[in-house]
C-alpha cells in the first residue's frame, strides 16, 4: 500500500524557517518524480515544486525560488520541503504528492503557519 | 501561466441529477486533469488525461473537450458525489488549479 506521511509543520514567525519532510512507503520511491502542493485556508490548490527522480533536475513557482528548496534522500524513501525566509502568503496545508500518469497518490497534509 | 476558471463555483444538485462543470483555459493546453476533494481531506485524482477515469473512479464521471475549453459531468449525481473538484493542467509551467466547484447535495 502507498503512503506518504508528512510532518513538520507548526507555527512560525515570518522570516524564519521550517522543514517539512514526507516518508514515502509501498513503492519504489526512487523511481518517481515527487512534488509539493500547498492550499490556504479555504482557498484552492497551488503547485509549490517538483523534484524530477534523480534528484538532478527541481522546479518552483516564482512565489518560492530562491526561498524553498526541494530534495530528497532515496535511501531513506523521503522528499524534502525546506522553507526559508517564510511569509504569511506561506500559510496553508502543505501536501506531498506522486507523480505516474497524474498525481496519484497524496500525503494528509501538514499546516504551516507563519504569524508574528 | 495559465488561467483556469471553472464554472460554476458553487452548485447543488439533487440525487439523480446530472451535472456538468466547465473549465476554461487562458491558453490551450493538452490535455485536462480533475480532481476531488472532500473537506478535511487530501484531494484523490479523478480524471486523467482528459476523459481517463482514476482507478476507482465510478462510470458515472466523465471527462471530455480540448484545447482551452473542458468539462467535467457526472451521469446521475449520487450523494458520495458532494465535494469540490478542481480542474488541473500541467502543459505548461507553473502547472495550475482552478478555483474549484464545491458541488452539495440538494
Known amino acids: 500500500e502507498v503512503q506518504l506521511v508528512e510532518s513538520g509543520g507548526g507555527l512560525v514567525q515570518p522570516g524564519r524557517s521550517l522543514t517539512l519532510s514526507c516518508a514515502a512507503s509501498?513503492?519504489?520511491?526512487?523511481?518517481?518524480?515527487m512534488h509539493w502542493f500547498r492550499q490556504a485556508p479555504t482557498k484552492g490548490l497551488e503547485w509549490v515544486a517538483s523534484?524530477?527522480?534523480?534528484?538532478?533536475?527541481?522546479y518552483y513557482r516564482d512565489s518560492v525560488k530562491g526561498r524553498f528548496t526541494i530534495s530528497r534522500d532515496d535511501a531513506k524513501t523521503t522528499l524534502y520541503l525546506q522553507m526559508d525566509s517564510l511569509r504569511s502568503e506561506d500559510t496553508a496545508t502543505y501536501y506531498c504528492a506522486k507523480h505516474s500518469d497524474y498525481f496519484d497518490y497524496w500525503g494528509q497534509g501538514v499546516m504551516v503557519a507563519v504569524s508574528s | 501561466e495559465v488561467v483556469l476558471t471553472q464554472s460554476p463555483t458553487t452548485m447543488a444538485a439533487s440525487p439523480g441529477e446530472k451535472i456538468t462543470i466547465t473549465c476554461r483555459a487562458s491558453s490551450s493546453v493538452s490535455y485536462m486533469y480533475w480532481y476531488q476533494q472532500k473537506s478535511g481531506a487530501s484531494p484523490k485524482p479523478w480524471i486523467y488525461?482528459?476523459?481517463k477515469l482514476a482507478s476507482g473512479v465510478p462510470d458515472r464521471f466523465s471527462g471530455s473537450g480540448s484545447g482551452t475549453s473542458y468539462s467535467f459531468t457526472i451521469r446521475s449525481m449520487e450523494t458520495e458525489d458532494a465535494a469540490t473538484y478542481y480542474c488541473h493542467q500541467w502543459s505548461s509551467f507553473p502547472w495550475t488549479f482552478g478555483g474549484g466547484t464545491k458541488l452539495e447535495l440538494k
Open positions: 523534484i524530477s527522480p534523480s534528484g538532478g533536475d527541481a
Open positions: 488525461e482528459t476523459s
Open positions: 509501498g513503492f519504489t520511491f526512487r523511481h518517481f518524480v
